[in-house]
């Protein structure tokens, strides 16, 4: 599984979704970050993939339009969103290296 | 605004690039919808390309991404090495038994660079392309030979080494390769010819 980076995207990305709330559109999500849908897509997947969001589509209200995704964090993705602002942990990092 | 039959032909071609991420594709296609028209559109949509063209490169070059340990099976990076070593290989062997006499598999090469202008297609092409062999054979190699690992608190990089024959055999031929044409290029460019 892929592992979560922790680049200014993802935290942006991050911050839209906990404060939007509920269900998000892509391109609203785009929109809101300026991230563009080459980076926001794969960004998408691997939070999905890691179970921090839960998608599902929604029928278009206009006939001939394709459905569209959307996207909500999870409890745990809220949960890893909350710590997305702070800064990484020195103390794991210290004992993995035996400095303590 | 319905989707013309251009948009519907692209997002099927897309679709189907997008491999196990089609939905994804699909996903981002459908906002396409909410971009306004212009710039905002094409920007959209370029995004949506790239990601369906990455994925399609993926597939096809790195069939092994997705599946448990997501790396290249050693065989499959020594083969891929061996394949692309071969011209770089014939190039440089057949100039080094050139100049202690042995020209019979020079003989060709020097036949076709007889040709006006040859030579100099073959000076500005033949770099790029040797160094560029020799570079995707060691970089396949030494992908299988140095494993990246997980991060830790995004500070750490764990890295796994595996030291088998067949990629380090590809890994010294490539380096081998790479060191004899650089240290000629570099004698030649640093060589002192009186006028």
Redesign the interface.
Known sequence: MA?I??TRQTRSLLAALTAGGDWR????L?RETGL???????L??RLTERGWLE?RWED?P?P??????LYRLTAEGKAQALTAGRP???A??LS?LGWT | M??GLLERLL?GLLTEAGGK?A?????????L???PDGRARM??L???L??AFGELLTRTLLPWRGREGEAPPDGFAALFGIVALVLPFYFVAAALLDQIGVGVFFAPIAYWLAEPGRARLFNAVAPGVILGAIALALWANLGVTFRGG???????YEMKLRLRPMNLAVLALGGLLAALLLGHALGEAFTYRPH
């Not at chain 1, 563009?36 to 794969?42: E, N």
């Not at chain 2, 997980?150 to 750490?156: E, M, N, P, Q, T």
């Open positions: 592992e980076r922790w559109h892509g391109y609203d785009s563009k849908s080459g980076t926001l897509y794969p998408l997947i998608t278009s206009e001939g339009r394709p459905p569209r995704h990484p942990a020195a794991p990092v993995r | 319905k989707p997002a991420h939905d994804w594709v699909r996903a981002a296609l459908a906002e919808s909410a971009a920007d959209w370029w995004g949506v790239s990601m997980r991060h830790i608190a995004g500070l750490i």
